[in-house]
């Protein structure tokens, strides 16, 4: 299918033709929902049907590093060009790149649980700024600006004012976000949004339903007659698609097209490979020069010392987060910087370890957990202790019965000190997402 026809035949049709011809320039729209539903996998694929039409792009993100947000648009063009049988897709993703850009302001402004709304205008400060040098010093006038974790709900009026103010002098349609619990009575908006409701334009919520995510209008423009989309976030994959569409979750699964993204080491890692192996899964093992504590010599992917650096800043902040010191030993260095690499790489990630009373994995298998939480990837734990399966909401771990891969690109990591529950645990996981071996 070529470009033009994937347009066409885009679900975002029904999304932009169920507003009245879309958000419009000059607009502000926002995505709510509860933590972790998909507000950024529906930005994304808001910005990714624009670019798909030639539209520039300046996508800011506030929570998330560059290198992580382009990791997201990868990974929902490579769904999408699956899907629609897109021609020429390397072509098609080259020149979507050359129609965005995309900002970092991670770690640039420090969100305060005291001071919410001072946080909120100081991100619509840099967010300005950062308009203004796209636009003077790189030349780059977006029809489209993103805005990912900058939380409308903590606005002050004076922000929300500023940011409309943006969309309507640079003629651009302004998308954000803001977190809720609920998305109150029908004809109203969430409380938290109503302060500044004269500023939205089109309001979209995500209403979790068992195992579906439905987009539902809260607001469109005037209208007081709002459609219904008969749309929903897969909950895997997290492309939109139609109601009556079968979603990709419920196709049949070619485990040759799967990657397993880890680091080879005894235990579970050495158990994920082996099973990746008897399934036909390909297998990407990151090492480094002089690494000698491999099992698996299948997939071996060796870092330069380049590549192994890149993950330095996300790990400095890791560590942070775990309260734990980021080693100068050489060797253990490296193999955090290769966890990077293996998580930046997936989709799903999952773990074999055991869960710690602060909600941390033990060991350094915790380093790659962590880096999942704070990416807000899929992300589920085997707890050996508990012998039972746990996934990450996005603000607690639930119990998880029976997880399954879904993603062409995950990560299996986890302990050298592997019993036989989470040996079984792996194995079941495999069996449960791919059938019997051929």
């Keep these: 299918m070529y470009r033009k026809e994937v347009n066409e035949r885009s679900p975002m049709r029904v999304f932009e033709g169920s507003m009245h011809g879309g958000l419009g320039r000059g607009n502000v729209g926002v995505i709510v929902s509860r933590p972790g539903v998909g507000k950024t996998a529906l930005l994304v694929q808001i910005a990714l049907d624009d670019l798909l039409r030639d539209r520039r792009v300046l996508h800011i993100s ?83 600006i993103i805005v990912d974790g900058f939380d409308v709900a903590v606005a002050s009026e004076q922000a929300m004012e500023a940011l409309g103010r943006l969309a309507k002098e640079r003629s ?26 004269r500023h939205l334009s089109v309001v979209v919520y995500l209403q979790p339903e068992r195992d579906v995510v439905r987009l539902r209008l809260l607001k469109d423009h005037g209208n007081k007659d709002l459609a219904d989309l008969h749309l929903r976030l897969d909950p895997h994959s997290m492309r939109v698609i139609d109601e009556d569409v079968r979603p990709p979750s419920e196709r049949p699964k070619d485990p040759r097209t799967f990657r397993v993204h880890s680091g080879g080491a005894k235990g579970a890692e050495a158990e994920f490979g082996a099973c990746a192996e008897r399934y036909g899964v390909q297998e990407l093992n990151y090492s480094f020069e002089g690494h000698r504590l491999l099992e698996r010599q299948r997939g071996v992917v060796v870092l330069g010392d380049d590549e192994l650096r890149k993950g330095d800043f996300s790990l400095v902040y890791v560590s942070r987060r775990l309260g734990r010191v980021l080693s100068e030993i050489p060797l253990v260095r490296n193999i955090l910087q290769t966890i990077w690499h293996q998580i930046n ?43 039972g399966w746990f996934r990450w909401s996005g603000s607690a771990w639930e119990m998880a019965r029976q997880p399954s891969i879904t993603c062409e690109n995950f990560a299996g990591i986890g302990t050298q000190d592997l019993n036989d529950a989470g040996r079984d645990a792996i194995r079941d996981l495999f069996a449960r997402s791919f059938g019997e071996p051929g």
């Design 62 to 144: 506030h929570e998330n590093a560059v290198d992580h947000v382009r990791a997201y648009y990868d990974e929902i063009f490579h769904d999408l060009a699956q899907s629609m049988r897109l021609e020429e897709p390397e072509a098609v993703r080259l020149e979507v790149e050359r129609h965005r850009q995309i900002y970092s302001h991670l770690g640039h402004v420090k969100a305060s649980a005291d001071a919410p709304e001072e946080a909120a205008r100081l991100w619509v400060e840099k967010m300005l700024e950062t308009v203004a040098f796209a636009r003077g010093v790189a030349h780059f006038e977006p029809d489209v």
């Design 172 to 197: 651009a349609e302004v998308w954000v976000a803001a977190q809720i619990d609920e998305a109150g009575p029908p004809g109203k908006l969430p409380a938290a949004l109503q302060r500044v409701e």
């Design 345 to 387: 790489a997936a989709s799903q990630v999952f773990v074999v370890g055991t869960l710690q009373e602060d909600g941390t994995v033990r060991g350094g298998t915790g380093w790659g957990a962590e880096l999942a939480r704070l990416w807000k990837k899929q992300l589920f734990v085997y707890d050996q202790e508990k012998r």
